[in-house]
């Protein structure tokens, strides 16, 4: 089965500068999604980035970029310049495709991030 | 505007009544999705459905129902059977394989 694993549950970070959220994943399969959601308090899901497991260049998306490690089954996203509207719960979350052609999306179990002013 | 609409927002419901959340897209997506979502967890998978007349069961499918009878809805019913109902449940849809799952606003439901 699936896994994703964020081992940060809570994070803080002050205005203005760079933090790095982790997450690692357990997969058999090589063709497969990854996703970074944030969940600020309204908890609606806002997709930040996207990252094909095929492509090898990074996904940037304005302050937002992951560092993508195959191998490692490593998918971090970097926030620079952090902002007050960061703060949120971050998932991490990514699709893999079955043999049979069925697919699910599967969520680690966040990391909270403040961002203090 | 396009989106994913959940109704409604926030529900009571006794024990051993059954409840039905509503859930409608417009963005013509083939896949709809159900997640429940608990305190200190991530999004657990309840039903999925990739095309009209067929769903799947995810991995806390008990005490859940789901149909899919038009491309546009995919409405969640939570039954007497669902022992601990009381979450915040998001329905989500995508174009289809690979593409980008989009989120409703989600419904609280809870048990009084």
């Known amino acids: 089965a699936q896994t994703v694993t964020q081992s940060q549950p809570e994070m803080s970070v002050q205005e203005a500068e760079t933090v790095t959220l982790s997450c690692t994943y357990d997969?058999?399969?090589?063709?497969?999604?990854l996703f970074w959601y944030k969940q600020p308090p309204s908890r609606q899901m806002i997709l930040v980035i996207r990252?094909?497991?095929?492509?090898?260049q990074n996904a940037t998306e304005n302050r937002f970029s992951v560092n993508f490690q195959k191998a490692a089954k490593s998918f971090s996203l970097k926030i620079s310049d952090s902002q007050l509207g960061d703060t949120a719960m971050y998932f991490c979350a990514f699709i893999e495709y079955s043999g049979a052609g069925s697919y699910q999306l599967t969520f680690g179990k966040g990391t909270k991030l403040s961002v203090i002013p | 505007d396009g989106g994913i609409t959940q109704s409604p927002k926030y529900l009571f419901r006794k024990e051993g009544q059954n409840v039905t959340l509503s859930c409608e897209q417009n963005?013509?997506?083939?896949?709809m999705y159900w997640y429940r979502q608990d305190p200190g967890q991530g999004l657990r998978l309840i039903y999925y459905s990739q095309i009209v007349n067929d769903f799947q069961k995810g991995d806390i499918a008990e005490g859940y129902s789901v149909s899919r009878e038009k491309k546009e809805s995919f409405p969640l019913t939570v039954t007497s059977a669902q022992k601990n109902p009381t979450a915040f449940y998001l329905c989500a849809s995508s174009i289809g394989r690979g593409n980008t799952i989009y989120f409703g606003e989600g419904s609280w439901l809870t048990v009084v």
């Open positions: 963005l013509n997506h083939d896949a």
């Open positions: 997969t058999s399969e090589n063709n497969y999604y």
């Open positions: 990252q094909e497991a095929y492509k090898q």
